[in-house]
Structures are given as C-alpha cells and as structure tokens.
C-alpha cells in the first residue's frame, strides 16, 4: 500500500525591496525532506534567485503583467541530505520579493518527487481564485500543495474559503503578504487525493481584486517494497500413497 506524505512545516516568510529576501527551511528539517520554495514578484524582469541547490520547476516563474498590476510565482525544490535548519534560495527583484520554504515528509527519497504538477496564471483581477489547470495523477496517496501568488499592496491576509471537492483534508498553509513596492502575497493549501484522478483546480476567495498566478503538485511517497526474492524456501515433499 502506498505511503501518503505528510506536510512537515514551513519557515517564516521574507520579504524584501530592492534586497534580497533569503528564505530558510525549518530548523527540523530531515534528511529527504522535500522543500518546496515559493517567492512572488510584481514582474520576471530581473527576477532571480541564487538558488543554494534547489531545482526550478519546469515552467516557472509563472506569472502575469508588471508593476502595479502583476504578479509572478517562481517555485523551487530541493531534497534535503542533511538535517537541521538550511539555507534556502535567495530572491531579488527591483520592486519587492516575499518567500517562504515549506517542507514535506515521507516523499519519494529517489528521482522526482511527485506525480504531477503544472502552474498558471489569470491575467484579469478577480477576487475568486480559480486554479484552472487540467492534472491528473497515476498514483494512489499523494498529497496535492497548491500554491498562489497576488499582487495587492499589503500585509494583511488575503485568501479564505479555499475548497477542491476532489480532495480531502484540505488546510490552508499560507497566507502571507508585503506592503514593500507594489506588494504581493503568497497563499497555499495541502489536500489529500487517495485514489488516482483528476485533481481539478482548487479555489478561493481573495479579499482584494487581483490578478493571480498559481501552481499545483501532487508529491508520491516511496515506491511500495515488493515480495522479497531472497526468502529461504523450505522443501515440499508429496507423499502419495498407493
């Protein structure tokens, strides 16, 4: 039977101006941990990170316009092999920055990660989330994390009454933002998917009119151990009698 994995944490968000915000993962962290960092940026002119041996996804950033009407999402992984706290990627960009690392336990500990993933974005500014994206997983108990980015100048909360009626246990995981430049934020949910299907988007309620941009995956736990070939075998004697 597939191992369901298990949402383990995440580390204060960072934010910066014309700086650099360097995320941290959690103080916790394990070795093959999966960490997943988000950052959201007004525009992906000059928008980098030094990445500190996490991956970009294929795809990323995911995003839509510039200055006061944009919002990009850059996303990153890594596995972890070492324990304890860790340096995450450090992001820039010239108007504002704000990440966060979130960790994951009891993922796969060899190749990628996950089953599916793919992010998008809505250009028009709407204060209903909808993560249109068509995914579908091949692989029984995954944990989905579905991520979002807005760009609305402030710091106060900005996401609620997320759902996804093909999930269950769905709790929210972020919901964080920045008054720096044009500010922006970052909200995410985790949800279980038991049985392969389709995920369908998850959303949500903004409280300000934004544009949005989002990202989904399904992270697989470790593959299932076999029959073992190596058991002695006793022998069988038939015994006919006549």
């Known amino acids: 039977m597939a191992v369901l994995p298990t949402y383990f944490g995440a580390d204060v968000a960072v934010e910066s101006t014309s700086g650099s915000a360097a995320t941290q993962a959690t103080t916790d962290t394990a070795v093959n941990d999966i960490m997943i960092a988000l950052c959201e940026a007004p525009s992906n002119s000059g928008f980098a990170a030094t990445t500190n041996g996490f991956t970009e996804f294929s795809g990323s950033p995911f995003g839509t316009g510039s200055g006061t009407t944009g919002t990009w999402l850059k996303v990153l992984w890594k596995r972890a092999t070492a324990s304890g706290g860790q340096a995450g990627p450090v992001f820039s960009q010239t108007n504002h920055t704000i990440g966060r690392v979130f960790n994951f336990r009891g993922c796969a500990t060899s190749g990628n990660p996950w089953d599916v993933s793919g992010g998008s974005f809505t ?47 769905i709790v929210e995981r972020s919901d964080v933002g920045t008054a720096l430049g044009n500010g922006g934020g970052l909200g995410a949910i985790t949800g279980t998917r038991l049985a392969t299907g389709r995920i369908g988007g998850a959303h949500a309620l903004l409280a300000n009119s934004f544009a949005q941009s989002w990202f989904i995956i399904a992270l697989k736990g470790p593959a299932a151990a076999g029959p073992s070939t190596s058991a002695k075998m006793e022998p069988m004697f038939i015994v006919r009698q006549w």
């Open 123 to 169: 250009s028009t500014a709407s204060t209903g989330l909808v993560m249109v994206k068509s995914l579908t997983t091949t692989e029984a108990s995954t944990l989905v994390f579905a991520a979002a980015s807005e760009g609305f100048d402030s710091a106060s909360v900005q996401f609620s009454s997320w759902g996804n009626s093909n999930l269950a246990s």
